[in-house]
């Protein structure tokens, strides 16, 4: 079949990045000698550069990776938790009922920094200067404005300089918004992180001293004082339509460290298939292919109507799932060992019907109706004020589901890493003045004093959106995978997968296929809403298809033919080492050799 690109094969490594430079610099580093794990590192740090509307410095990022010489892969969780005097009593006295998208309060502890060091200290090989040098230079030098960066500060022309001065300094200098491929420079992100560098220098020239003194630098010094002084004096505009201070404080960055966890996984067609815990929405992921099981997806034309109903369906059912039982096991008593168990699949397997279903059906687990009751009649309780939601997606922008940033390596031993970072976009807050850059809003994942795992908790992982996939084969690295997305992720990483595992396509013919999203569950940024029965599906499915789809009983959607989706992947097969990227949105890249 006709491809947009190859698939990329090689034996020496392979990168698929959101973003052509970012995926530029990961090979260097292969080319250089450096493993995976440091490609991935310095990859990452230039995504938060040059995909500044997506990620940044301020963010968070989970990471999957399987060592060469590991029996098992592991998670490195980089999603930091809800400050310590972040209470549901706290946000009612604000006359609040939910989190806010943006601004100050809905602010957590930034763990992608915290992330990307934890990993290169263990795994890597390289020093933090050498990771860090090409998003330094970027940001110094400058980097070609994304027409969606652009476009995501358009809609802020007069907000930033009225409400967020110090976000209108980085992202309108001189009062201008950039144009669409300019050259244009982040000189604060740059500063800040050579003095990270300087700081860690000074411990001596043992690579891990460095390490931990860079983080240091971040968490227990000037970035995180920087943060404190601005929090617990500003007052500034968020979504809720009033100005209110923030409750991050330098002591919550103290507290954290990113930290090593293992998989949530689950067998399927050969190969086991790893997730996070359920802090992120992944283990659905693990749930839906447990439904999948007793369908023949073999013999389902992977771009038909037949396959697009049957996975939609099952996806509904292990979303309802994810919104009353998924939250921070730490904090939670979760019941993850029911929900992936056979059984508790083929029960709820039998609810799948030739119909699309209209209602959010969580399982016959004690509570759980009641639970999603809850969920039902806060969803969509407040409309947002100013910039829009708190997803990366402005209200005045045409609606182009890509938001957040991934990447994928794979290198000549064996290693393999797949990363999903985001948070701390340009719009979410304002910039931390000294920073030059902006602090992560995922607490607006969290819901006020409802009695789900999902809750906001101080000191707690709010539940995240972002979800890496990695695959083992005969406990070998297979495949490395994701999307950005928000809650569209695994259901276009899971499409891709399917095609992948039961109809033999190649990695580029998996991800060129047309893609499809439900929005039938509440969504996870504010303002929480959800759209029943509402199915997204790229025009290229053909009428037939999509008169079918709406004859079942889903309310269509037809969007453009190159629009959902921005799914990467690499991979080991047959002594090659693989990688294919998505052409929707013309940026990212697959590069290998």
Not at 3 to 11: A, H, L, N, V
Not at 58 to 86: S, Y
Request: one cysteine or more; proline letters at 8%.
């Amino acid at each position: 079949m006709f491809t947009t690109r190859p698939e990329i094969r090689g034996t020496f490594g392979a990168v698929a990045t959101t973003h052509w430079l970012a995926s530029a610099v990961g090979m260097s580093v292969l080319e250089r000698g450096g493993n995976a794990f440091d490609a991935a590192a310095a990859a990452g740090f230039v995504l938060q550069i040059v995909e500044p509307h997506l990620n940044g410095p301020g963010g968070e990022v989970p990471i999957i990776l399987k060592r060469h010489d590991a029996a098992e892969p592991e998670v490195i969780c980089g999603q930091g938790p809800f400050p310590l005097a972040a209470t549901a009593a706290r946000f009612a006295a604000l006359g609040l009922r939910q989190v806010p998208g943006t601004g100050l309060l809905p602010s957590v502890v930034p763990g992608a920094f915290d992330a990307w060091m934890l990993l290169l200290r263990d795994h890597g090989s390289w020093s933090p200067r050498a990771v860090l040098e090409a998003a330094i230079g970027y940001a110094e030098d400058g980097f070609p404005v994304l027409p969606r960066v652009a476009a995501s500060i358009l809609p802020a022309r007069e907000f930033f300089p009225a409400e967020w001065p110090s976000s209108a300094e980085v992202w309108m200098p001189g009062g201008e918004v950039p144009r669409p491929r300019a050259r244009f420079r982040t000189p604060g992100i740059a500063t800040t992180y050579r003095r990270i560098l300087a700081e860690a220098e000074s411990a001596g020239a043992d690579r891990e001293r460095q390490i931990e003194a860079a983080r240091d630098a971040f968490y227990r010094g000037f970035v995180a004082e920087a943060v404190d002084r601005f929090y617990s004096t500003a007052e500034l505009m968020d979504s809720s339509g009033r100005r209110h201070g923030g409750l991050l404080r330098a002591d919550d960055f103290a507290r954290y460290r990113a930290r090593a966890e293992r998989t949530v996984s689950r067998d399927y067609a050969g190969v086991t298939v790893h997730k996070t815990g359920p802090w992120g929405q992944g283990p659905a992921l693990l749930q839906t292919l447990g439904l999948l099981e007793g369908f023949d997806i073999a013999g389902m034309d992977p771009a038909g109507e037949r396959f697009v109903h049957t996975v939609v369906e099952c996806m509904k059912l292990s979303y309802a799932d994810r919104e009353v039982f998924y939250g921070d096991p730490d904090a939670s008593d979760i019941p993850l060992e029911t929900l992936l168990s056979r059984d508790y699949a083929s029960r709820r397997r039998a609810l799948v019907g030739e119909g699309a279903a209209l209602d959010l059906t969580p399982g016959d687990l004690p509570g759980a109706a009641d639970a999603m009751r809850r969920v039902l009649a806060m969803a969509g309780a407040e409309t947002p004020v100013g910039l829009g939601a708190g997803e990366p997606t402005f209200a005045p922008l045409p609606v182009e589901w890509g938001d957040t940033v991934h990447l994928d390596v794979v290198d000549r031993w064996g290693n393999m890493i797949s990363a999903t970072p985001s948070g701390g976009w340009l719009q979410s807050s304002p910039a931390v003045p000294g920073l030059g850059f902006a602090i992560s809003t995922r607490g607006q994942m969290g819901w006020l004093d409802a009695g789900l795992p999902s809750d906001l908790r101080p000191g707690t992982r709010p539940r995240t959106t972002l979800t890496p996939t990695l695959v083992t084969r005969d406990g070998e690295g297979y495949l490395a995978m994701g999307t950005p997305g928000g809650d569209q992720q695994d259901q276009w990483t899971l499409a891709v997968l399917l095609r992948r595992l039961h109809h033999g396509l190649d990695l580029q013919a998996a991800i060129d296929l047309p893609l499809f999203t439900s929005k039938h569950f509440p969504q996870s940024f504010y303002p929480r809403s959800f759209e029943p029965g509402r199915l997204l599906v790229e025009d290229r499915f053909g009428a037939e298809a999509i008169a079918a789809l709406e004859r079942r009983g889903h309310r269509v959607t037809v969007e453009a033919p190159w629009s959902l989706g921005r799914v990467c992947a690499v991979g080991r097969e047959d002594g090659f080492l693989i990688a294919a990227a998505t052409p929707r949105l013309m940026q990212a890249y697959a590069i290998g050799r």
